[in-house]
């Protein structure tokens, strides 16, 4: 290998290793496999690159050299660097890169399996220990390149190793994200279906309401309808009552104006009559003087029998007048008695209906104030139920604007920070893009 011009040199580790060979020149990639077939396929792929004319010399250029036997180049009991790796069968879909599609959209489940199959290769290094401290000895010529070159793999399968762990950690944030999206969604939805339900529940209410309130309305209209024609009743019939008493009292005070004329006539015709049994009594008396002396006077007796005898008869039909104008005026007053006894008794009827009637009509018109009331207070009770109603409605419609704008408001976070993750995950492939570049 001295004096040649080396264009790649490859390293095929296919067991333990104590320490890492020695590092090289810059430009220098060193790459490890756990498996002989990775490697065969790798060296026919740099042949291939380099037959072709894509592979790219190093920052020295060298000729090409004849391949050697790298094996015996190094200790038996190196350290493994990487266990159980895999072989990436194939490479990522190919992407123009360019300043339009810089930042993928999407990852494809090619890509995601190809990021799977990558990581795979590095899942047993552990990029936070510490490296190995360096050999006592330091070596020389290319012992020394292969030990950069050991070092360098080492540190880009530890960067690698870390790319994956952040890519895992990241990959496990953005699925509590979604969960969380989704979680936030059902809630959502959950409380759009709970606000129609709610609002669907106001609205029949509300239309049950105004149904029974129109019903106690017009309930109340007939009750004041009512109320009002039986106001107007009851001041008929206390207008026939006024009327009634004044028609009772004209007619009491005529009556006891014909009475008192019938008694006084009475009392005339009682004096007219004592005044007339005076005079018979007179006439007697004068009868009796005048028999006494009739013995002496018969002469004039006998002249005067006649007109004393006439006198008689007038005055005897006299009396009988004056007791049949008695007897009369007695029947007449006991008939006006009579008619003032049923006058009385009429009005006492009447006095009795009327005031049964009017505690009827006080007793309904009651009824009908307290039935008022009571409706009154129902229709008080309705619109205050609607009235809570109303406020629940728009209490609940407030909750679910909240809920509405929490949700959307989580929703545009969890798509930041989706869209954060993919930018992330754009710049990681991006790295690794790189990192192939760099093999």
Not at 115 to 121: L, M, N, P, S, T
Not at 201 to 211: K, L
Not at 252 to 261: L, R, T, V, Y
Not at 314 to 341: G, N, P, W
Request: aromatic fraction near 4%; charged fraction near 35%.
């Amino acid at each position: 290998m001295r004096g040649a011009q080396v264009v790649r040199v490859l390293v095929l580790c296919t067991g333990a290793v104590d320490a890492p060979p020695p590092g090289g020149a810059n430009g220098v990639v060193v790459r490890h496999w756990a498996d002989p077939e990775t490697a065969v396929l790798l060296v026919q792929r740099l042949l291939a690159e380099i037959e072709s004319g894509v592979a790219t010399a190093p920052a020295v250029a060298v000729e090409e050299a004849q391949a050697v036997d790298d094996a015996s180049l190094l200790p038996d009991d190196e350290p493994e660097v990487t266990d159980e790796a895999h072989l990436v069968e194939a490479a990522p879909p190919p992407r123009k890169l360019s300043e339009a599609n810089l930042v993928f959209d999407e990852i494809t489940a090619e890509d995601a399996e190809f990021i799977q199959r990558v990581f795979a290769q590095v899942r047993d290094v552990d990029f936070r220990t510490s490296l190995p401290p360096p050999a006592r000895k330091p070596p020389a010529g290319m012992d020394k390149k292969m030990q950069f070159l050991r070092d360098k793999v080492r540190e880009l399968e530890r960067d690698l190793a870390r790319v994956g762990f952040i890519w895992r950690v990241k990959q496990q944030q953005f699925d509590a994200v979604d969960q969380i999206v989704d979680a936030k969604e059902g809630e959502r939805a959950s409380a759009v279906q709970r606000y129609q339900q709610m609002k669907d529940q106001a609205t029949r209410a509300a239309a049950e309401h105004r149904g029974e309130v129109d019903v106690l309305t017009a309930k109340l209209n007939e009750g004041q309808a009512e109320v009002v024609a039986l106001k107007g009743q009851v001041e008929r019939t206390e207008q026939e009552k006024t009327a009634l008493h004044t028609d009772f009292r004209a007619k009491i005070e005529a009556a006891q104006g014909a009475f008192n004329e019938v008694r006084g006539r009475f009392i005339a015709e009682e004096e007219t009559g004592r005044r007339l049994q005076q005079e018979l009594e007179d006439a007697r008396l004068s009868i009796s003087s005048r028999e006494q002396t009739i013995t002496t006077l018969q002469d004039e007796a006998a002249q005067n029998r006649g007109d004393l005898e006439e006198r008689l008869a007038r005055t005897q039909a006299e009396l009988e007048a004056a007791k049949a104008s008695v007897q009369q005026i007695s029947a007449r007053l006991a008939e006006r008695e009579k008619t003032l006894a049923a006058l009385t008794e009429e009005m006492a009827k009447n006095r009795g209906e009327r005031e049964e009637r009017t505690g009827e009509l006080k007793q309904l018109l009651a009824a009908k104030d307290e039935r008022i009331a009571r409706l009154a207070e129902e229709v008080t009770s309705a619109r205050a139920e609607f009235t809570q109603l109303a406020d629940e409605y728009a209490k609940h419609r407030d909750d679910a604007g909240r809920i509405s704008t929490d949700l959307g408001q989580a929703v545009a976070d969890a798509r930041a920070e989706a869209r954060t993750a993919k930018e992330r995950i754009a710049d990681l492939e991006g790295e690794l893009s790189a990192l192939k570049g760099a093999r």
